[in-house]
Every structure is written in C-alpha cells, then in structure tokens.
C-alpha cells in the first residue's frame, strides 16, 4: 500500500479510491462503494425494520378507523364521534410516526461513526428525506380517506404539519439526550394533546372545535392559525438541518 | 523467608457469604446506582410534567374542589402509562449502564438480581414522577378546598395501570429485544385505553323496529369494565376501586413473571404466575359483573346560604363553593333587588338542585369564578318568572323580555341584542313566543315544535323596534308607578299572558 502514496503539493497522501479498485486492495470502485455504504448505513438503521413498523402504523390507524360507525345510532352524534376518532387518530399516528423516525436514526456504531467523514451528512439527509416521506405519504393516504365532517378543517396538511413539528422536536431533543429515550417526547406531546380534547369533547357544539383547542398547543389548531403553522414548519425544518449537519445522540454517556 | 500471598482453603472462614447487614448494604448500593444511571429518570421527569399539566389545567379559577383535583390526578393515565410501557421495555434486557460496565460486569450480584434492581428503580422512578406532583396538588386542595376530601381511588388505580404499564414494556422489551420493543409496547398500551371507545362498531347491532325501519343500537361491551381508563371514571367507588385494583395489579404479576421466566428460568416467576392467576381471575369475574353506572347518583349535601335584601332573598351555594358565595351574592343581588318583596318573585337562589321540589327556589350552575358571571346571570333570569304552578316557562314572551332586559339593565348588564342573546335568547324568539301563546299552543311538545319551525324566519325589523322603544319606556317609568305595576301584574307576565301592548 505504501508504495501507491502519491505525492501532493509536498505532501504524502494515500491512494484514492480508484487506486486502491485499480491494485485490487478494495473489491469496488466509486459507484459500488459508495452504493454498498448507503446499503449499510441503511441496514445499521434497520432500514426495513422502520418500513415494516410504518407500515404496521399505518394499517392500525386504517383499521381503527374502520371501527368508526357509519350509520346513525339512536342516542349517538355520528359525526361528533367520527369527527372525534379521526382528530384522536390523527394526534395518535402523528406522535407515532415521530417516534419511529426517532427510533430508526439511532447508530449502533457510537464513536466510530461519529468521526467519520463527510459522507455521513449525505446519508443522514438520504435516509431521514427518505424516511419522512414514505411515511406521511402512507398515513397521509389513510386520511384522506376519512369522511370530511369538520367544514374548513384539511386534515392531511394538518397531519403533515404536526408531523413535521414532532419529528423536528424529536431530533432537536435527540442532540441532548440519547436519542433511544426521545420517543417520549412525541407520546407525551400526543398524549396531552388526547387527553385535553376528551376533557373538552364533552362541551363542544361543533365538530371543527376539535381544531380550536387554546392557543398554547400548537398541535391543536387548525391551518387557519398562522402561528402554528410558522413554528411547526421552523421547528421541522430547522431541525431537519441540524440533524443532517451534526446527528444525534447515540448514548447517555456522550461528551 | 516467602510471604504467603493467598490463604489456603482450609484455613478459610467456614462461610464465604456477606453478614446480612452487608448484603443489605451491597443491594442499596447497587440499587442507589441503578437509581442514579436508570434512563428511567427521563420518563419520571416528562410524566411529573404530564402529571402537573393536567392538574393544573383542570383547576377552576377561584374555588379549589376535592372531586376535580382528585380526578384531575387520573387525567395522566394514558399517557403517563404509555411512557412507562415504553420505559420498561427500554430498560428490560438492557445491561448497558452509564460509565458502570466495567463495575457491573465485576459485581457478585448475578443477572437476575440485577434485573431485579433495574425493575425497582424504573417503577420507583416512574411512581415518583406521578406522585409527586400529585402530592403537591392535594396539599395545595387541602389547604384551600372549604369540602370533603381527597378521592384516593382516581389516583389509586392510576398508580396501578403506570405499574401495569412497566411489566407490559418489561414483557415486551424481554421478549422482543429489540429498538423497536419501545414502540410496540407504547403502542400496546394505547391500544389497551382506546379499545373500548374506539370499538363501537363491535358494539353496534342492527335492530328492526316494529314499524320495520332498521335501528342501530350500540351496546356495552362485557370488557368494558376490564379496561383502565374507563374503571378510572367509578373508582371512586370502593367495591369497583379494590376489584380494579386487584385486576390490575394480578395482570401486571402475570406480565413479569412471564417475563422472569423468559429471561431466567426461575421459579420465583412460576410463583409470580400462579399467584397473579389465583388474584386476576376472580377480580376480572367480578368486575364484568359490575354496572358501575348505576352509582352515580348526585347526594343532596345541606347548603351553605346567605340572607340579602334584608332577608327578602336567600342565596345558597354548595359547601364545597364557599369561597364563591360573595361573587353570587355580588351578581344574584342586585338582578333582583328592583323585584324583590313582589308576591311571586321567588325568595331562595340555590346552587343545587333539590331532588323532591324545585318550586319556589330557582336554581343556578356554579363552575369558577370565571364563567360565574355568565352562569349565574342566565340561570337566574331564566328561572326567575315562573308560572304560579312553579313551572319553568319554555319561553320569554315579549313581555317577559322587556322586564328581563330592564332588570339586566337595572344591575348593570348592558341589555344590547348580543348581551341579550348571551343571557336569554334573540328577540325573534320572543316574538314566536307570543304567536305560540295566541295559538294556544301549551303542550311542551308541540311548543318546541312550533319554535323550530319558525328557526329560519327572517327578522322582523318594526317588532325588534317595538321592543326596543317598550324598554326604554319601560326604565323611564317613576319607580313607584313600575313597582305598583309589577305588583299587579307579576303573576300574569309569568304566565306569559302579556304582550308588548299590555305594558306601561
């Protein structure tokens, strides 16, 4: 190997790539090393393991929804209750969605990975752009699928837009501690966001007011809140960048 | 001459185990440790958040009631018990400890005791991040709530499900090792609170009426009483409390000694099995059985009154509300002072409503200091001008509406038409009032009837006017004219038999 350093601008380097193909020391050249790094990165991020989830999510999300009545029942507000299932639903497979993102975008490999070069912010935008998508494209086609009965409440871009928010808290939270544990944070969230509107159902007149909870949670309100929508979409994009640029977390013990 | 670097066994003491003070000793140690290193902490710190939140969010302004905060307390369960599944399902199997891998690979203590620790720690610190909070809450209720005490049953069978919770995740993540485990177990748990309202269409049968029209009818379901959140509602009742209890817990053993014996082997779990089969079975037979609705019947509790207007009225509210007696006084007092004294102005205003007789005493809704104002304002002059029979009239006349915006007037409410629809309702319906009553209509029935057809009509502009100028003429009468007025005619305004014509 020593013998293939080249010298460059007084320097000692060692061989490139194509060298090394070219000696035979690395079995791949640019394109199959590269393809075969993104294939690994992928495994190590158990890559299908998060599209099986994803799609387990999404397929309890369709089947609860199901259970929803469709015919009028004496003594029942049809669309109250349907209005209720799919605003819960929604907080549910939002919050879910973020934890599962948050889950797969651990690495196992700790310090090795950490001082690796520059090919690992590539991969963390490939795999989380990649990620993000298939599953809100995959929820987002469930929703779209629910009976329209909130007049002026779009659910897909609300599904997307909180989406977007918790997994954005997920991977700033993800800097600070291991990012295993930030799963929590989404639950929390939808948790609390749950549990406020089964406080407040029983007061409301209309289904929209779902959509109307108090200015304090921006997962509550709908698209015609301005401020929800700008701090949902800074967060998120915001924190899409810094995880892309630095990465998260990968243990407690991190200094 | 060699030193002797070890000691022969035979010349070693006859027991090689720690004195039991020092056993003890080395698992606090080791306990303080995992308490210390446990990621459990994390979950303790957001469900104390949760926790504090929920309480805090369901305290009215300027009253502090035992029955809210007691149940607010439960108000975490879901998410709280989510968080712990997934804690424990995090922290199951999991041997990695912060900066102690070395220390723990070298401890005598072997796995089982480990895991053991690490299972106390999660609970205790998950337990702590409930309680706490909860502790703080009731203390702040048991200085300012002026009523009963705390229904410990609401926080009772909270504890137990975040304790169901941990041997679900501690089950799943033993099982399932794996970084997924968290998520499955978060996920069962969810599905564990939700499956009851979420499945009405289980519950939902066809049903033919004699008339041949096809109904639906939802039923309960039998599990329905085998489901946390929703035994949380009758937990204050002690019989539904302890089975729940027992039902919770009996499948929380289940859960970890089928985890135990997953992981270990051990027949402590096959005791753990047994005994959380002999305890979960009766208590789950039990509590099918129940029909907790039936309980929930509003006790009568002797009211705490107030004699105003110089004991022409008296102002009566829940024990439990004392602290906003003065506010009610403040509003019910001078909304009646320009009546009061008439013969059929009534003379008592109650919070609750009494289970044999309502005539002669109207009644209002109390929640917080807030909404005071609003609540009381409206339920008063609703109720203030029944028939003589003590009926509630269905509607305020036109006539009704006029002496009723006066009064508002009278005690400082601005009687604008949007204040006026807050209070009572919009003048259009006066006026379909006084056409129900000129066409006879007095069955309920056939009253509400007539009302919805006329929803749609457009407003009358020269009778709003009318309206408008009877008020005004109505405020500028001499006092003395208007009290004589009154006097002479209260019975046949409550009655509804008045018009906009009959008045001064």
């Known amino acids: ?255 | 001459m060699a030193m002797r670097m070890t000691i022969p066994i035979k010349e070693r003491s006859g027991s090689t185990s720690l004195p039991f003070a020092s056993r003890i000793q080395a698992w606090f140690r080791l306990f303080i440790i995992e308490m210390r290193r446990t990621p459990a902490l994390y979950a303790a710190l957001l469900i104390a958040a949760i926790t504090a939140w929920g309480m805090w969010s369901a305290l009215p302004a300027g009253v502090v009631r035992w029955d809210e905060v007691s149940h607010s307390a439960g108000s975490a369960m879901i998410p709280a018990s989510a968080i712990a599944a997934g804690i424990g399902a995090f922290v199951a199997r999991r041997d990695e400890r912060l900066r102690l891998d070395d220390q723990l690979a070298q401890t005598a203590f072997g796995q089982a005791r480990r895991d053991l620790l690490s299972l106390v720690a999660t609970l205790v610190w998950c337990l702590a991040g409930y309680l706490i909070p909860v502790a703080g809450f009731f203390a702040y209720a048991s200085a300012h709530a002026t009523w009963a005490g705390p229904i410990w049953g609401y926080v009772s069978i909270t504890v137990v499900t975040i304790v169901l919770g941990i041997a679900g995740g501690w089950f799943v993540g033993t099982i399932f090792p794996n970084r997924f485990s968290v998520l499955v177990a978060v996920g069962a748990a969810l599905a564990v609170h939700g499956v009851y309202p979420l499945s009405v269409r289980f519950r939902t049968e066809e049903w033919i009426d004699p008339d041949g029209s096809v109904q639906f009818v939802t039923t309960e379901g039998w599990y329905k009483n085998l489901i946390p959140y929703e035994v949380l509602d009758y937990s204050n009742v002690a019989r539904m409390l302890w089975w729940g209890a027992t039902w919770i817990l009996g499948i929380s053993i289940l859960l970890l000694g089928a985890a135990w014996w997953w992981r270990h082997r051990s027949f402590v779990a096959l005791i753990g099995l047994s005994i959380a089969a002999l305890v979960s079975g009766p208590a789950a037979a039990a509590l099918i059985g129940e029909e907790p609705v039936m309980w929930l019947q509003a006790v009568y509790v002797q009211p705490l009154c107030e004699a105003r207007l110089g004991g022409q009225i008296e102002i009566c509210v829940h024990p439990e509300d004392e602290t906003l007696l003065d506010d009610v006084t403040a509003v019910i007092e001078p909304l009646i002072a320009p009546v009061a004294g008439i013969p059929g102005v009534p003379i008592r205003f109650e919070e609750q409503q009494p289970t044999d007789d309502t005539s002669g005493t109207v009644w209002f809704y109390l929640y917080d200091e807030e909404s005071l104002d609003l609540n009381v304002t409206s339920s008063v002059i609703r109720e203030l001008m029944r028939e003589p029979s003590g009926e509630v009239l269905h509607g305020a006349g036109s006539a009704q509406y006029v002496v009723i915006a006066w009064l508002l007037q009278e005690s400082g409410v601005p009687s604008d038409e949007g204040t006026m629809i807050t209070y009572l309702w919009p003048i259009s319906f006066s006026q379909r009032v006084d056409e129900a009553i000129a066409a006879g209509i007095t069955d309920p029935n056939a009253f509400a009837e007539f009302m919805n057809t006329g929803s749609d009509r457009p407003r009358d502009a020269s009778f709003e006017a009318d309206v408008r100028a009877a008020i005004d003429r109505f405020a500028a009468l001499p006092d003395d004219e208007r009290r004589a007025w009154l006097e002479q005619n209260w019975d046949a305004l409550c009655s509804n038999e008045l018009t906009l014509d009959d008045l001064p």
């Open chain 1, 1 to 255: 190997m020593s013998g293939m350093n080249s010298r460059r601008g007084g320097l000692l380097c060692p061989p490139s790539w194509a060298q090394r193909a070219d000696a035979g020391v690395r079995p791949y050249r640019n394109g199959g090393a590269i393809w075969r790094i993104a294939v690994l990165y992928l495994v190590s991020r158990r890559f299908i393991q998060t599209l099986a989830a994803i799609a387990a999510l999404t397929a309890l999300t369709w089947s609860v929804m199901r259970q929803t009545p469709t015919q009028p029942i004496p003594g029942m507000d049809l669309e109250m209750v349907t209005a209720r299932n799919e605003t819960l639903l929604l907080h549910l497979a939002a919050a879910l969605l973020a934890s599962v993102i948050g889950i797969a975008v651990f690495t196992p490999f700790g310090e090795t990975e950490r001082v690796s070069p520059v090919v690992l912010p590539v991969m963390r935008g490939l795999h989380l752009l990649l990620l993000f998508p298939i599953g809100c494209a995959a929820l987002s086609l469930v929703i779209s699928g629910w009976a329209d009965v909130m007049p002026g409440v779009d659910l897909v871009p609300l599904f997307l837009r909180n989406a977007l928010f918790l997994t954005g808290l997920v991977l700033l939270a993800g800097r600070v501690v291991d990012v295993r544990l930030v799963w929590m944070l989404p639950v929390m969230l939808g948790g609390v966001t749950t549990v406020s509107l089964l406080r407040k159902l029983d007061g409301m007149q209309v289904p929209e007011e779902l959509w109307r909870d108090n200015g304090r949670n921006v997962l509550a309100l709908d698209l015609s809140h301005g401020h929800a929508t700008a701090i949902c979409l800074g967060v998120g994009i915001t924190a899409f960048a810094l995880y892309i640029r630095d990465g998260v977390r990968d243990t407690e013990a991190e200094n």
